[in-house]
């Protein structure tokens, strides 16, 4: 029997993720397969990984370029205020940017990191006049063109490591 660590998951446990990262859609006959498990067992560790909500969701990986959004803008915004109100509609406004893909409050010199996809320099004038520019509390907008992208994880690969 695998070793419990300190926050509850064992060395099969983070198999199981980290086979379900590479293939979200495998069955639990494949999966049980890959980590040497009965697809029961299997069946049951997933769940249980899905009922403590560590497994979110399934989704499928799209190749944006190819469906026509061949530019990404990471947008660093700064609000005039960091007070809890100011923040807060802020947030709000910017769940309602249908162009927006993620955002997140940080710390350091910028208060919001957004990624924004966009077809094209033209079109990222549009998103910029029509939904970024009309954000509540907006100070300073600097965006950043992705040239190239090196590498993309949804996981570190530490982060499901048996010795950490």
Do not use: W
């Amino acid at each position: 029997m695998d070793e419990k660590r300190e926050d509850g998951f064992d060395s099969t446990d983070l198999r199981i993720l980290r086979e379900l990262m590479r293939d979200g859609r495998a069955s639990d006959v494949a999966l049980g397969e890959r980590v040497n498990l009965s697809s029961t067992a299997t069946a049951r560790r997933r769940k249980m990984l899905e009922d403590r909500g560590i497994i979110r969701g399934y989704s499928a990986s799209l190749d944006l370029a190819q469906l026509g959004f061949a530019i990404t803008v990471i947008v660093s915004i700064e609000l005039n205020s960091q007070a809890e109100q100011v923040l807060n509609e802020f947030e709000t406004a910017v769940e309602r940017c249908p162009s927006m893909s993620f955002c997140s409050f940080v710390s350091g010199d910028t208060d919001f990191i957004m990624i924004v996809h966009v077809r094209s320099f033209d079109d990222y004038d549009r998103v910029y006049r029509s939904e970024l520019s009309t954000l509540p509390n907006v100070a300073k907008i600097r965006s950043s063109f992705v040239m190239r992208s090196v590498s993309q994880r949804e996981v570190a690969p530490t982060v499901l490591s048996v010795e950490r």
